[in-house]
């Protein structure tokens, strides 16, 4: 059974670097057949797909358009887990941060992890 | 502001049937079979119940199913429950290569 633990800081200054792990149990962040997300929800913006990073010989990276110039995914693979990188934050990026499997749908989910931007 | 809409609120009666929809474009919905869609309670981490427009991955109950047409996708929930209560989301993959989300709806069990 897969499980992910997410791990990180609730509360962020504006203008600073957002910064969250996802441990995978169950699984292999190199597994061939998977893919590593993640993905935001707030009351303005509802859910929201960020990025993922997939193995298939070599790593790969996607990004949504909104978030592409400040956003880096990368996996661990010494710690089987990955991250969520967001840079210069507003408090616009205050959600709760998902990480989730991707395998035929995303499945399963973190526990979700409340981010405030506030200083 | 997503790419896809759905319908804000569905009610049903218990032990009815209702169908939520998701339209996107050719470019997300239309292109692929990669709908997938997602219960989510309060304060709770979303579910899936449907992977690849009609899927159902182990221990989903067989009164969810899902269906695709055109730029459409859809879910019906039959035998409706009052724990089905909740809210429901739709997740294409696209064309540019990255994921959205429909807008979500509220299910009501009257």
């Known amino acids: 059974q897969v499980q992910l633990q997410q791990s990180g800081p609730g509360l962020v200054k504006p203008s600073q670097t957002l910064s969250l792990t996802c441990a995978i149990s169950g699984d292999s962040v190199s597994s061939n057949s998977a893919a590593w997300n993640w993905i935001r929800q707030s009351p303005s913006r509802g859910l929201e797909w960020l990025g993922r990073t997939y193995y298939r010989s070599t790593w790969y990276n996607e990004y949504a358009i909104s978030v592409r110039s400040r956003i880096t995914v990368n996996p661990d693979t010494s710690k089987n887990q990955f991250s969520l990188q967001l840079n210069s934050v507003t408090p616009d990026d205050t959600a709760v941060y998902y990480c989730?499997?991707?395998?035929?749908?995303?499945?399963?989910w973190g526990q979700g992890t409340l981010v405030t931007v506030s200083s | 502001q997503s790419a896809l809409t759905q319908p804000a609120s569905v009610s049903g009666s218990p032990g009815q049937s209702i169908t939520i929809s998701c339209t996107g474009t050719?470019?997300?919905?239309?292109?692929?079979?990669?709908v997938s869609w997602y219960q989510q309670h309060p304060n709770k981490a979303p579910k899936l119940l449907i992977y690849?427009?009609?899927n159902r991955p182990s221990g989903v109950s067989n009164r969810f199913s899902g269906s695709k047409s055109g730029n459409t996708a859809s879910l019906t929930i039959s035998g409706l429950q009052a724990e089905d209560e909740a809210d429901f989301y739709c997740l294409s993959y696209t064309t540019s290569g990255i994921y959205v989300f429909g807008p979500g709806t509220k299910v009501t069990v009257l």
């Open positions: 989730a499997r991707e395998s035929g749908g995303f499945d399963p």
């Open positions: 690849d427009v009609n």
């Open positions: 050719s470019s997300d919905i239309g292109a692929y079979k990669y």
